[in-house]
């Protein structure tokens, strides 16, 4: 019997590395392979089930739901070949910061990660970027393709070699815009938002007041972005000169996090996409 099970390729993430750009200005353009728009996993999954034969790209965004989506997907299609993307663990985080300050969520960086004693709002597993690769090694029985945000800034065309390798696909560099999809926020606007969420949306125990509904959802952010607008009207006091993260911060998790940085690194040099299709 023929074996009908479609070919597909599963990119989950990791947020905060290029992964909007990826799903919204490379993977409609590659060639040979369906791509389908990012939409919520249940829906990918059911537009899966009903293709019985071809070859299909998936691409979410999944950072604390990572092991629970990834592995939902492989209990449905156990074929699936994995894309990872990582991003050296202090940018990452930094990254991650700025995007929850942005969207409302007065916390200060060591409130929001905590390396040493893990009070923090993440987890610090969250930093464990080799245990995604052998957890996608475990339920899919194969390894995956494990890419690098720095690789896609600094060589862009290299990186896009390596998915087009892995996925037996064509691209057309002159159709491909390098611009960024998102605009990055100044520490100056981010300073001023986290200071009226704090008073707003923050309650002393370190837990946000929980919104009911998407409508309040974006009601906060309409109006987080309303202060960035006019972050300039919104005196900081003493945060007016200290930056948004303090590098010995960042310092902190670059040393916490050093080996399992190396040991992505080489797993990534070990297994090319050459070798691995």
């Not at 029985?141 to 896009?160: A, I, Q, R, S, W």
Request: hydrophobic content about 30%; proline content about 4%; some cysteine.
């Amino acid at each position: 019997m023929q074996n009908t099970k479609p070919e597909i390729f599963f990119h989950p993430g990791l947020g905060k590395t290029g992964t909007t750009y990826l799903q919204y200005k490379f993977f409609p353009k590659l060639k040979g392979i369906n791509y389908i728009p990012r939409t919520r996993i249940h829906k990918a999954i059911k537009k899966l089930q009903k293709k019985e034969q071809g070859r299909y790209l998936v691409s979410r965004e999944h950072d604390r739901d990572f092991y629970s989506v990834t592995e939902r997907f492989a209990k449905h299609f156990p074929q699936s070949k994995i894309i990872l993307v990582f991003r050296r663990h202090d940018k990452w985080i930094a990254s991650q910061y700025r995007r929850v300050t942005k969207n409302g969520r007065g916390v200060t960086f060591n409130e929001f990660i905590d390396v040493d004693k893990n009070k923090g709002r993440w987890d610090k597993e969250i930093l464990n970027f080799y245990d995604r690769i052998l957890f996608v090694e475990k339920i899919f029985g194969k390894k995956p393709l494990v890419l690098f945000h720095e690789e896609l800034k600094e060589n862009p065309y290299n990186f896009f070699d390596k998915i087009a390798t892995f996925t037996n696909t064509q691209y057309n560099k002159n159709k491909l815009s390098l611009s960024s999809k998102h605009t990055a926020y100044q520490d100056r606007q981010l300073k001023a938002v986290r200071k009226i969420a704090r008073k707003t949306f923050f309650r002393r125990d370190g837990i946000n007041i929980k919104h009911t509904n998407g409508f309040e959802r974006k009601l906060r952010k309409t109006f987080c972005h309303l202060i960035m607008y006019f972050h300039w009207l919104i005196p900081l006091g003493e945060d007016r000169e200290k930056p948004l993260i303090a590098e010995t911060d960042l310092e902190r998790i670059r040393t916490a996090c050093k080996d399992d940085w190396e040991k992505c690194q080489q797993y990534a040099k070990e297994n090319p996409a050459e070798n691995i299709t």
